[in-house]
């Protein structure tokens, strides 16, 4: 077994837990265990198996439970959870661990330890929901966000997919149109941004999503 292989299980089972619990244990400081116990939990809510993402989530409440102030480690696993609850359609938990982790980004005036995108991914829950209630959240939500530090191309194109849509939902039409346009044309960079990671960054696009965007841009 690898020596990191413990804190990495992808499936669960008893003797498994044991295993975990007992390495837990004997592993030093608040710091250490706290970044075990999320990323165990991280593996565990990527599982297809409900069951086992239930107990990922488990985990990572108990991360927050028992470590309190292991900051990196507790904000970052609260993303995590908004984002498994935004994948399996729980919106309204979704909405409050986004909200947990925006909290955090005003009071600390810093995104490190996390995506930087909890307050983008709540728009996209308010979206996803289709809450017309929160449409006008969601879009300032988009337009207060830095765009300046979005760095890679994907993470450019979601944001402009994003906001596209929520402005064609808002019947703003022009600002829609130009999102869409923006969306399209940074799905068409197919070069590598780093030599040395050729992934990194490369835009992973539907048709669906390109057709839809194509019919905003020609509205």
Known sequence: MATDDWYRNTTWDTNIETD???RLKRSRGAFHKAQYLRIQASYLLDNSDLQIQLVGVRQMERLVTDFPTE?????????QLGDYYLRTGDFDKAEK?????IDHYVNKNSRSGTSAKADLKLAE???TANRTDKFDEAYKL??????????FNNDKFYYAELIAHICDKLNKREEAKEFAKTAIEVSKITEPQFYRHKTVGLVKVTDQQLRTLEQIANE
């Open 125 to 127: 829950t308010f979206l």
């Open 142 to 151: 988009c337009k207060n966000y830095p765009v300046s530090e979005l760095t």
């Open 20 to 22: 975990f619990e007992a």
């Open 71 to 79: 900051e990196f480690s507790v904000i970052f696993g609260q993303e």
């Open 97 to 101: 661990y986004f909200r947990v982790v």
